[in-house]
């Protein structure tokens, strides 16, 4: 019976169109995440266009992660409540709005909106994106196309900053988003037409509380970070209560999943070590890609006085290399384990960010990046093999929790990540400022920018050493004595 089972499963996969199902989402996948990054290289312009401050641009960022974070662990019932072509022609739908929106985009307060339109589409695509393949691919090409998935996610982030500031040495921001606006075009048409319906839809029972505790909770908290980084301080009453809210309504929303017998989100996953530690590396990786593309662009244009093209094509080698190691990382994996990985990269990490912790305005480009390749590397050496060693402990039926909590983290982490960075080099340009005898003087600026930013990298410099030594109790899940 279970051999006509795989039989029949195995005759219906070679009957779906995979190749254009799969460009369809690789297409959609790209430009979505490139969204997440693209705008890093314009937030300078962004800032004196708008007349902003740093701390409010940024919400651009954090907003985007914001609301992946929320959505993503939402999605995972979505994925059994409607079918795939009706989840990818929404989503799709919800990217080509934001990405016309932002494209049109006359006001900060637009442009923001824009873009959490933008990141529905993505929280709904990326789910149905790793469903999709995991259900229309054999088991023994699943490697191969997980790992062109990878690149497409590691590299489309790390080359937003660099296509970005080409189109805005020649172009206006507008047509970061024009340019890309096709391309979700061409993935809708692709979809409509070879789009498959390939999962099966159960419509479980949707815990409208568990929504809304995992609203308020992940919201709550990065909120509050947000908005100390706005400069209203850790002591103001907005922040205190956002915290307060959030870190309430996540422990409820924790009690609550660990007394439903079908949980939205089933945290029993995190009684597996691997995974745990796993989860708390992806944190720390994420929190330091994410801050490091906020404060790097800003360091290479504000402090250098570089242009946007210039500082893209500066981040460009680190980019390229970091997307084209998830594969090698892949497979060096399956060889060593993640100990001869994620130690040596956490390692890498390190040094990286204590010498980026003295950057200044005399600091040669060729360290930078040098310096910037490096931290690709070493994060490539980390969050591939912790997340895969993570969910290789987990019995498969916690499969899809544990995926749905990675991803949720990961997005949340990178927004605390990007919204502690900014409250730091904010408090280090006001600190600095506060003890010069001219604050007009436009070197004086220049040096408080330096000063922030240092400060933000010795953030990141101690978020890793907390991951090194995590790193150390990581130890490779064999997957045999699970089958």
């Known amino acids: 019976m279970q051999a006509q089972t795989q039989e029949k499963t195995q005759q219906e996969q070679r009957q779906y169109r995979t190749f254009p199902i799969l460009l369809s989402f690789l297409i959609a996948g790209f430009i979505g995440l490139f969204s997440e990054t693209a705008l890093n290289i314009a937030l300078n312009d962004l800032i004196q266009i708008f007349a902003i401050q740093p ?29 795939t072509r009706q989840l990818f022609i929404t989503s799709l739908i919800f990217s080509i709005i934001g990405m016309l929106t932002a494209a049109l985009a006359p006001s900060f307060e637009v442009l923001l909106v824009a873009r959490v339109i933008q990141a529905i589409g993505t929280a709904l695509l990326l789910p149905l994106m790793f469903n999709t393949i995991l259900l229309i691919f054999p088991i023994h090409k699943r490697g191969s196309i997980m790992g062109l998935i990878g690149l497409v996610i590691m590299f489309a982030p790390a080359i937003g900053p660099t296509i970005s500031g080409l189109v805005i040495a020649n172009l206006s921001w507008h047509w970061i988003f024009w340019l890309a606006l096709p391309f979700f075009v061409l993935s809708l048409i692709c979809g409509i037409v070879f789009m498959e319906n390939v999962s099966t839809i159960t419509k479980p029972k949707i815990d409208i509380v568990s929504i809304i505790l995992s609203t308020f909770g992940f919201g709550g908290v990065v909120y509050g970070f947000s908005a100390s980084g706005e400069g209203e301080g850790w002591g103001s009453s ?43 590396l992806l944190f720390i990786g994420m929190m330091t890609i994410l801050s490091s593309m906020i404060m790097l662009p ?40 993640p100990k001869w ?99 007009n003087d436009p070197l004086n600026a220049v040096n408080s920018l330096n000063a922030g930013i240092q400060d933000a990298f010795v953030f990141a410099l101690i978020v890793s050493v907390i991951g090194l030594i995590c790193a150390l109790f990581i130890k490779r899940v064999n997957v045999e004595q699970k089958n």
């Open 341 to 439: 990985l994620v130690i040596p990269g956490m390692v890498i990490v390190t040094i990286v960010l204590w010498l980026f912790s003295g950057v200044s305005m005399d600091t040669a480009i060729t360290l930078i990046v040098a310096l910037h390749i490096f931290l690709m590397i070493g994060v490539s050496m980390i969050m591939m093999p912790a997340q895969t060693n993570g969910l290789n402990q987990l019995p498969p039926q916690f499969y899809p929790d544990g995926t749905a909590i990675m991803n949720t983290l990961q997005q949340v982490a990178g927004a605390i990540g990007t919204a502690v960075a900014i409250t730091i080099m904010s408090a280090g340009q006001k600190s600095y400022m506060s003890n010069v005898t001219n604050p």
């Open 238 to 280: 907005k922040v205190i209560i956002a915290l307060l809210v959030g870190v309430i309504a996540l422990i409820l929303f924790t009690i609550r999943q660990l007394s439903m017998q079908q949980p939205m989100m089933n945290l029993r996953t995190f009684k597996f070590p691997m995974f745990t530690l796993g989860v708390i």
């Open 55 to 83: 701390s409010t641009v940024q919400w651009l960022t954090t907003g985007y992660l914001l609301t992946l974070g929320i959505l993503v662990p939402v999605s995972g019932l979505l994925l059994q409540w409607f079918t």
């Open 298 to 337: 800003l360091y290479l244009q504000s402090g250098l006085a570089l242009s946007a093209f210039a500082a893209g094509l500066i981040l460009l080698p680190g980019g390229i290399l970091n997307g084209f190691m998830s594969p090698v990382m892949g497979r060096l994996f399956d060889k060593y384990g």
